[in-house]
T-cell receptor, first 113, second 116 residues
Framework: KNQVEQSPQSLIILEGKNCTLQCNYTVSPFSNLRWYKQDTGRGPVSLTIMTFSENTKSNGRYTATLDADTKQSSLHITASQLSDSASYICVVSAGGGGFKTIFGAGTRLFVKA | GAGVSQSPSNKVTEKGKDVELRCDPISGHTALYWYRQSLGQGLEFLIYFQGNSAPDKSGLPSDRFSAERTGGSVSTLTIQRTQQEDSAVYLC??????????????FGPGTRLTVT
């Protein structure tokens, strides 16, 4: 069964600190993995996308890693800001026909001053 | 350019009524998706349109849910005989191609549906 699991479910950190969010998946055959940021009341916005051959991708203070062997990904946020408070969603797409894109439940990040 | 737009932004309806939610995708995007997001939950896939192909309806939760995409552009999601469990945010997204081929989905702001 294709699944995407994220941890932790929620996280509270102080402004300026770093944090790492985890994503484990069982989607097969693997095509790509995305991390999205969803602010409260808004639609998700893409942060990074990685295919099988990529093991790291950065977007400003956000760095995603991918280990296709262990089927794990992480999103590292450096020097967090109050505006980083949001839900972070891991999304994995499978190859082949039809729509096979699985969304994780997300990690809710709270950055406090 | 303009992003994905959805209307209405909020909809309150009585149980048993029908509702229509509208999505205007980014011009030129051939793929259009509908998702549902219940409070504190992840996105649940509902339906996917790709060009002139038959839509993938595998995510629709019941036959009360249907969607159309007219002229390959605007889409309408219809929920008949609404139930309280239909209360959620309904998100629409569009893309130039399929996510499997690494095309990015651009999401609208969503329609918050409340069934009383």
């Amino acid at each position: 069964k294709n699944q995407v699991e994220q941890s932790p479910q929620s996280l509270i950190i102080l402004e300026g600190k770093n944090c790492t969010l985890q994503c484990n998946y069982t989607v097969s055959p693997f095509s790509n993995l995305r991390w999205y940021k969803q602010d409260t009341g808004r639609g998700p916005v893409s942060l990074t996308i990685m295919t099988f051959s990529e093991n790291t991708k950065s977007n400003g203070r956000y760095t995603a890693t991918l280990d296709a062997d262990t089927k794990q990904s992480s999103l590292h946020i450096t020097a967090s800001q109050l505006s980083d408070s949001a839900s972070y969603i891991c999304v994995v797409s499978a190859g082949g026909g039809g729509f096979k894109t699985i969304f994780g439940a997300g990690t809710r990040l709270f950055v406090k001053a | 350019g303009a992003g994905v737009s959805q209307s209405p932004s909020n909809k309150v309806t009585e149980k048993g009524k029908d509702v229509e939610l509208r999505c205007d995708p980014i011009s030129g995007h051939t793929a259009l998706y509908w998702y549902r997001q219940s409070l504190g939950q992840g996105l649940e896939f509902l339906i996917y349109f790709q060009g002139n192909s038959a839509p993938d309806k595998s995510g629709l939760p019941s036959d009360r849910f249907s969607a159309e995409r007219t002229g390959g552009s605007v889409s309408t999601l219809t929920i008949q005989r609404t139930q309280q469990e239909d209360s959620a945010v309904y998100l629409c997204a569009s893309s130039l191609g399929t996510p499997q081929n690494s095309y990015e989905q651009y999401f609208g702001p969503g329609t918050r549906l409340t069934v009383t």
